[in-house]
């Protein structure tokens, strides 16, 4: 009777144990499977143009500022002109649905396939002649719709959990570029996923969403966008124009990359570009005698594998594409490479409004040619100073004030240890700042003497 108690308490503290190690495992998995990123509340502001740990005291009151009169103090403090004055996204801008950036940019230095080239003449041409720059923009996973458009414009990185939410997308309150636009009095207008109504709702001036779920559909939930494009092009009340065309993943779910359909489909896109391109001639601004400059941001939300699907990590799935096109002389050159979440951080500072909070994103330098020396430093500057913001939001202890100190320390002000990883960033933080200021120094000196 004995040997069968003690059995049995054997056995129920081995069952219990196994339910505690099942427990802990699936504890383990899903806090590494879907981690809680800390997310910043609130919107960037004025403090954005301010060095980290800045005295509040010295920002302007924005209360009472108008959106002009808001959008000219941004332009005031980035000490930067904005690039352009208005943005068609194609995808995102103009989003493509699923479009390999192989498709169009080629892969490991080889040019795109023949049948796909040939297909998109009119975009390759301008690839060629330096009035286009092309990234390979990876995407994180998950590669599905909505996380990789709030990556998009928020540059923050989701998570697999944003796979359940895909399907239920809610609105999207984190800081964005797209409300970063509104506060300065930009008027915007989707056509196509309604992703984006879910996302923003009530923040387009007018709109027409089609639904994503209907993958058999490759025609008309395109013609459904480009119905509005002549009668868009024409007007002169909008100032991002955003245009999310499925059909090319459509073509990828029902038939793979070599799917008969997808020539087609990509010379629909080539014509799309093209239209947009011809009509987007600068025009007068009456009111206030200047010339707008657009430009065209061509963008996929995530690639696809052989089969044509796509929600993991491979290559192929990752591959997403950002082509930029407009007046400016980008130059040629081979395909640059990026992560989908510097579009944030890059548009933000294009257009003269403060980067949003949670970017994790950095430049697209080569976007920024066009800049002066100084204009590039500043520009970067500023990406930094809100990484560093980022960075010190979630690490209290991290402290960047003191390069000496903190080289020569391992107790920051706080009296915690910071490690030598953090302690070397906060290094090379500190020696960047004082390069830039020597090097603004002696600017400032060698201009004095030739005005002297």
Partial sequence: ?????????????????????????????????????????GFSGVESFYPPGADSAEFQNTTNLSDSQLKYLYQELSLVPPLFDRLILMGSGLVVDGLPAEFVLGKDGEPPLKSFKEAMPYTQSLLSN?????????????????????????????????????????????DNIIVQFLKIGWKIVMHGDDTWLKLFPGMFSRHDGVSSFFVKDTVQVDQNVSRHLVDELSRADWDLLILHYL???????LGGRNSILMAPKLEEMDEVIKTIDVNSIPT??????????????????????????????TFEETDSLALFIGPADFGTGTPNKANQVDLASTLALLFGVPIPKNNVGMLMPETFKSFSVDQQLRLLELNSWQLLRLLQAQLPSLVCENSYAIASGMINPKGQEVTVVWRELCCLFMRAAELHRSWKSREEKRWLTICL
Wanted: net charge neutral; hydrophobic share 45%; proline share 4%.
């Fill in 1 to 41: 009777m004995d040997s069968c108690s003690l059995t049995c308490k054997m056995l129920t503290v081995i069952a219990v144990l196994a339910v505690l190690i099942q427990i802990f495992g699936l504890a383990l998995f899903v806090l590494g499977f879907f981690p809680v990123k800390p997310a910043l509340s």
């Fill in 130 to 174: 330096g009035r286009a720059i092309g990234y390979h923009a990876k995407a994180a996973p998950p590669t599905v719709t909505m996380p990789r458009l709030k990556a998009m414009v928020s540059g923050a990185v989701g998570g697999f959990l944003d796979v359940a939410f895909n399907f239920n997308t809610q609105a999207l309150l984190d």
């Fill in 247 to 253: 059909g090319l993943d459509h073509v990828g779910h």
């Fill in 284 to 313: 007068n601004d009456n009111d206030q005698g200047r010339t707008l400059l657009g430009t065209l941001l061509v963008l996929s939300d995530h690639g696809m594998t052989e089969n044509g699907n796509h929600g993991g990590s």
